[in-house]
């Protein structure tokens, strides 16, 4: 089954940047999309189709896909970015969705 | 307002059985592909299985753990998704999702646009 791997834990400053990975073979032959968790929520679609913002996410959250790494940057991070984010894609080859690690987003 | 609410979850013994309820309004439900996804206690997403529209064929399709033991099914007269858990085991123990599911054929592409707020599943003697 297809795989995809995060770091566990990503650590940044206030009114920086953050990137966090997705690591998958061949991951830029598929389209990404990536969820924000906050502790004792829902999870909220931050990034589809590896760069698109749904309505109302700031444009401060972004995305890149390319080779076997998806990439979501989160830029001026703000203490309200603190959470889990995880990527998922859909692995058409067994016919099923597929979700990262997941990776804790902490601000300094 | 896209809503959903989760409903159904409690503690279970092994072996046991649970139905999941998902009621949906905001959107025209009958046209929307659903899943299901699961989180274990201080764990990561899991997607558990999602059902088709009707004017899609109305298929299923679930992840290899939850296959044979699960089925997921939908009454759209009543705007309501449902998921059927028997033989429960302990690794079943989680919160449970709807979501309502973007799906771009033949691309294969598909996410999950909206979220409901959770139902915890404890299966536990």
């Known amino acids: 089954s297809y795989v995809l791997t995060q770091p566990p834990s990503v650590s940044v400053a206030p009114g920086k940047t953050a990137r966090i990975t997705c690591g998958g073979n061949?991951?830029?032959?598929?389209?990404v999309h990536w969820y924000q968790q906050k502790p004792g929520q829902a999870p909220v679609l931050v990034i589809y189709?590896?760069?698109d913002r749904p309505s109302g996410i700031p444009e401060r959250f972004s995305g890149s896909n390319s080779g076997n790494t998806a990439t979501l940057t989160i830029s001026r991070v703000e203490a309200g970015d603190e959470a889990d984010y995880y990527c998922?894609?859909?692995?058409?080859?067994?016919?099923?969705?597929?979700f990262g690690t997941g990776t804790k987003v902490t601000v300094l | 307002e896209v809503q959903l609410v989760e409903s159904g979850g409690g503690l279970v013994k092994p072996g046991g059985s649970l139905r999941l309820s998902c009621a949906a309004s905001?959107?025209?439900?009958?046209?929307?592909?659903m899943s299901w996804v699961r989180q274990a206690p201080g764990k990561g997403l899991e997607w558990v299985g999602r059902?088709?529209?009707?004017?899609?064929?109305?298929?299923?399709d679930y992840a290899a753990p939850v296959k044979g033991r699960f089925t997921i099914s939908r009454d759209d007269s009543k705007n309501t998704l449902y998921l059927q858990m028997n033989s429960l085991k302990t690794e079943d123990t989680a919160v449970y999702y709807c979501?309502?599911?973007?799906?771009?054929?033949?691309?294969?592409?598909?996410?999950?646009?909206?979220w409901g707020q959770g139902t915890l599943v404890t299966v536990s003697s």
């Open positions: 979501t309502i599911t973007i799906v771009v054929v033949p691309a294969a592409i598909v996410y999950f646009q909206h």
């Open positions: 905001g959107f025209t439900f009958s046209n929307a592909w």
């Open positions: 059902i088709k529209s009707k004017t899609d064929g109305g298929t299923t």
């Open positions: 061949n991951i830029g032959s598929k389209s």
């Open positions: 189709y590896d760069s």
């Open positions: 998922q894609v859909w692995d058409s080859s067994s016919d099923q969705g597929v």
